[in-house]
Every structure is written in C-alpha cells, then in structure tokens.
C-alpha cells in the first residue's frame, strides 16, 4: 500500500508543516482576533483545504497529508486543530462529495481557499449519539424550505460563513427524513445562540445554532431530500481521521513534554524509563491507526472500522500521555506554567467529538461482526 521511499515525501511534508506553524499562537481562551490570527496563517499556507483538488481552491493533496497538518497544528494549538477539522472534514468535505457544480464554486472554493471558515451542525438537544433523531424541521414551500429547530455544540458557530445542517422533512421517517442543506450566515431566520463554556479547546467557539423560520432558497438543498445520513455518515467516518490525528497531536506534545522533563533531571530512574517506553510504543502504533485509515480514504473506501479504532485509541492514548506528563511535572503539571493542564484538558474532548468512545465501540463491533464469516 505504502512504500518506504513514499513515507520519506510525507516525513518531508511534515518537517515543512513544522516550519511553517513556527509563528502558530496556542490559545486557551476564546479570542476571535488570535483565533482569525491563526486561522490567516493557516490560509496562506494553503492549509484550510488540504485535501481538495487544485481547481476548487484546494493543495490537492492526499488524506494522509491532511491528517500531518491537523496533528502538527494541535501539537501546538488543539483549539485551532479542532477548528480547521471541522471547517475541512465536516462542513467542506460533504459539499465537495455531494455539492452539485454551483454549489462547489459558491461553497466549496472560499472555503478550501479559507476565504471563508465553515462548520457543521447534526448535534441537537435530543439528538447526538443518535443521527435519526433529529428534530430541526424542514418544510418545503415554494421556492424554499423553512427551516425550524435547534443545533449545539457547534465548532466554528461564532466565525463560519457557511454552515452545512441536518434536518429532517419528516421525523417520522427515521433515518430516511434526513436532508442536508448548506445555509449562509445571513439567511433570515438564522441566527447563533448562546456560547458553551467548555472544559478544554477553550479557543474555539462552540454555540447554538437557532433556526426560526429560516428561509433556505432550494438550490441550497445539499445532494437529495431525504439522504442526509448517508452522507452525514461517510462525513464523520472522515471526521474521525482529523480527531484521530487531532488526539494524535495532543499526544505527541505530552510526550515530548516527557522527554524534555527527564533530558533535564540529573538522576535518572527505572520507572521514567518505562513510562517513555510505554508512551513511545503508544504513539507509533495510534500514528499507525491514523494513517492507515487516511490511506484507506485516500482509495476511496469508506474504512468505518478502520477510523473509529483510530479515534478510539488514540483519544485514549492522548489523555493517558498527557496524565502521565502531568504526574511527573507534579505540581507544575497542574500549574499554568508549562500549559500540561490545558492539554490535559483539550485531550479530553477527543473521547467525545464526533461520536463518542462508546459509539466508536459499537460500530467497530458491529463492522467486525459483519466481515467475519
Ligand atoms: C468540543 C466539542 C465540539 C463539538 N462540535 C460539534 C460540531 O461541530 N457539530 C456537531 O454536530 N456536533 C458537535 N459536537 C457534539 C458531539 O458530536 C456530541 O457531543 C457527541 O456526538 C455526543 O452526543 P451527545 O452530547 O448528545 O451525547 P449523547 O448521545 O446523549 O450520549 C450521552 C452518553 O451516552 C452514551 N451513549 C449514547 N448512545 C449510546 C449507545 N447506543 N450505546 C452506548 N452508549 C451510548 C454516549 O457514549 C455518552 O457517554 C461537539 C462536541 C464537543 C464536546
């Protein structure tokens, strides 16, 4: 699948990634102008479209590239990791995927060009873990489709632009109700609500989106009425690939943390040496869950399983490098001082974005289950 002298162009890719992050800020607290300050760095690299073809604003890169540069931008900062995750994978990707042509040139190329930040809303009070049972209502009239309803917990909803929403026309058709449709800023009736005080990536906003008779012309209808969670669900099955190289930064910035504390100390001890150990052998196997599962997207395959044992393990490995970095700092650990705590913090949210550990659990298992005869 991968050759040796291939891995070598990717190895490259990311010692630029490197250099080119230098002037990345690291945010804890909300600051819209740090936040466009990164995300302008990050557009003029070309790095809000990674993995879209040239001729729609993108690099034209592989999967595989994209995963390296939200892993390198969350090693510095996972606020704007997780921002550029759910402008690229979750708001841009089902637009390119199921956009028609219009769509693609009004959507699709300000947003790889990252003229214009996007996200994505499916979460709604009643409705996370469980796609089909949306509620925010769509109604055909005319011309248009009138919106009503809910989302939260929404990455980006304070900078976007565009915003790509799940729906339904018909609650009780279950999954087959389900209808996406791209909706701008401005649209009358759409306006964001309150802002969530988080745990951790605190850099990023996450809001309500409220939908009060909001009018969507019919040429914003994304793909076709009623298909929504097929294409919800091959979105986040490529979400999953940005968390994982998301938690994938976190935990290569604790660890180096690690390496740092003991390079410095003037005795040495057995038991560091094992957590190194231990942290190294979990890093280069989650490194390899990611990329497998970004070249498994980069053939074109959906790879369900493959990116939900990406995520799941490697949240996993990201909170328990970032506790055994805090243990060691001991009390500068939980200080301010070295920002251990706030990765801490930020490692978190891995469990929980884009489908949580126990989901990631039940479709592995029913995938394993499937493809065993
Ligand atoms: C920082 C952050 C950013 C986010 N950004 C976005 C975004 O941009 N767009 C968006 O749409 N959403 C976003 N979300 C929402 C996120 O995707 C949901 O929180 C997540 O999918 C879980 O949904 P829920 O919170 O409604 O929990 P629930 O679905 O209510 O789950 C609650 C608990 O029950 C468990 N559970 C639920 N169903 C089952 C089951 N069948 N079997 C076993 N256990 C189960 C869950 O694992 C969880 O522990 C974001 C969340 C966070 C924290």
Request: glycine share 8%.
């Amino acid at each position: 699948m991968l050759k040796i002298n291939d891995y070598k162009k990717y190895l490259e890719f990311q010692e630029e990634v490197k250099e080119n992050l230098k002037n990345l800020k690291e945010l804890d607290e909300y600051s819209p102008s740090l936040l466009k300050e990164n995300l302008n760095l990050l557009k003029e690299k070309g790095y809000l479209g990674v993995p879209y073809p040239k001729e729609y604003g993108g690099l034209g890169l592989d999967y595989l590239h994209y995963a390296i540069v939200i892993c390198e931008i969350s090693k510095i900062c996972p606020s704007t990791g997780l921002a550029v995750a759910a402008h690229t994978s979750l708001c841009a990707f089902p637009i390119f995927k199921y956009g028609d042509e219009e769509q693609k040139k009004r959507y699709l190329i300000p947003l790889a060009r990252g003229e214009k930040i996007g996200a994505m809303g499916l979460t709604e009070p009643n409705a996370g873990s469980e796609a089909s049972a949306i509620e925010l209502q769509a109604k055909k009239n005319g011309n248009f489709y009138i919106l009503n309803g809910t989302k939260r917990f929404i990455t980006n909803s304070k900078e976007a632009e565009i915003f790509v929403i799940l729906s339904t026309l018909d609650k009780s058709l279950g999954k087959k109700g389900i209808t996406a449709f791209i909706i701008e800023r401005n649209f009358k009736g759409f306006t964001i609500g309150r802002e969530e005080d988080k745990l951790g990536v605190r850099g990023s906003s996450t809001c309500e989106l409220i939908f009060e008779d909001c009018e969507v012309p019919k040429e914003n209808l994304l793909g076709k009425e009623g298909e929504g969670y097929k294409y919800i669900m091959e979105t986040l099955d490529g979400g999953r690939i940005s968390i994982a190289a998301f938690s994938l930064g976190i935990a290569k910035r604790a660890y180096e943390m690690i390496l740092k504390w003991e390079k410095e100390r003037e005795t040495k001890s057995e038991i560091v040496y094992k957590i190194i150990a231990e942290c190294d052998t979990l890093i280069e196997s989650a490194t390899l869950l990611t990329y497998y599962s970004a070249l498994l997207k980069n053939q074109g395959e959906r790879g369900d399983k493959e990116s939900a044992n990406a995520k799941l393990y490697t949240s996993e490995v990201a909170i328990k490098v970032c506790d055994y970095a805090l243990s060691l700092y001991s009390y500068y650990g939980i200080s301010k001082e070295y920002n251990l705590e706030k990765f801490f913090r930020d490692a978190k949210i891995c469990e929980i974005g884009e489908g949580t550990s126990e989901i990631m659990k039940l479709i592995i298992a029913k995938e394993a289950l499937k493809n065993f005869k």
